[in-house]
């Protein structure tokens, strides 16, 4: 995986400040730290719902588990 140096982060601020103008840039960064914060925030979200998922899966086995128990325990009083 490539990794990103001072020298590459350098090159980006200057072709930001190029490209947008030093005027726009604080409006670009906090445009992008909504978008950010947004992402963020959505995945967090899915990462709940995924463990509320997982717990509930886990709590419907665990109870199929203790049913067929005493469903056989049950045959075996018979």
Known sequence: MPQIGWFEILIVVILAILIIGPKDIPL???????WVGSLKSYFVEVQKDVSDIESSIDDEMLSDKEFSKITNDKKKDD
């Open 28 to 34: 670009v960064l906090k445009t992008i730290g909504n």
